[in-house]
T-cell receptor
Framework: QQPVQSPQAVILREGEDAVINCSSSKALYSVHWYRQKHGEAPVFLMILLKGGEQKGHEKISASFNEKKQQSSLYLTASQLSYSGTYFCGTEDRNNNDMRFGAGTRLTVKP | GAGVSQSPSNKVTEKGKDVELRCDPISGHTALYWYRQSLGQGLEFLIYFQGNSAPDKSGLPSDRFSAERTGGSVSTLTIQRTQQEDSAVYLC???????????FGPGTRLTVL
């Protein structure tokens, strides 16, 4: 039931790009992306509801392939402030719950 | 406007005692979620409310856990006969409706001695 995220961890230099993937075994209603910094609560980044939908937030964007039940988060020209753990969350069509992946720890170094 | 608030921020209790955790969602948000996060781990779904009703209680770890929401607003998560494995940060989130972004409270850090 829990979506699978990959990779588990990424280390980048400032200005580099990264992709974080999220896949589910269930037909999805929505995919959410959140970022959590150490000792803080998760912060909502974006939600994708339709297959093929792409959304952007600053230099962070995401896509949703409904057929493959996958979503990807794209971070371009990374900044130090992007460091944190990124979680995808999925709502499936049949259940009233919200399941999160195990998270991807992103570290951006100067 | 005000964000999601939770109280207490920290709770230390002895094994076997009952605890109540409170969540005040953003005004007007109909959907409310409870999660548990152990140190360095991901978010474990506990329960979801739409209005005052909880259509899905499957995430509650055991019958020692219960939750209610009154007036479509404040929610309380109760843990009876606490165990050491209940120690975690309990996070509450609300959203305008299902299928919309969730806004998290600061969490309650529960320590069971």
């Amino acid at each position: 039931q829990q979506p699978v995220q990959s990779p588990q961890a990424v280390i980048l230099r400032e200005g580099e790009d990264a992709v974080i993937n999220c896949s589910s075994s269930k037909a999805l209603y929505s995919v959410h992306w959140y970022r959590q910094k150490h000792g803080e609560a998760p912060v909502f980044l974006m939600i994708l509801l339709k297959g093929g939908e792409q959304k952007g937030h600053e230099k962070i964007s995401a896509s949703f392939n409904e057929k493959k039940q996958q979503s990807s988060l794209y971070l371009t020209a990374s900044q130090l402030s992007y460091s944190g753990t990124y979680f995808c969350g999925t709502e499936d069509r049949n259940n009233n719950d919200m399941r999160f992946g195990a998270g991807t720890r992103l570290t951006v170094k100067p | 406007g005000a964000g999601v608030s939770q109280s207490p921020s920290n709770k230390v209790t002895e094994k076997g005692k009952d605890v109540e955790l409170r969540c005040d969602p953003i005004s007007g948000h109909t959907a409310l979620y409870w999660y548990r996060q152990s140190l360095g781990q991901g978010l474990e779904f506990l329960i979801y409310f739409q209005g005052n009703s909880a259509p899905d209680k499957s995430g509650l770890p055991s019958d020692r856990f219960s939750a209610e929401r009154t007036g479509g607003s404040v929610s309380t998560l109760t843990i009876q006969r606490t165990q050491q494995e209940d120690s975690a940060v309990y996070l509450c989130a609300s959203s305008a409706n299902r299928g919309m972004g969730q806004f998290f409270g600061p969490g309650t850090r529960l320590t069971v001695l």
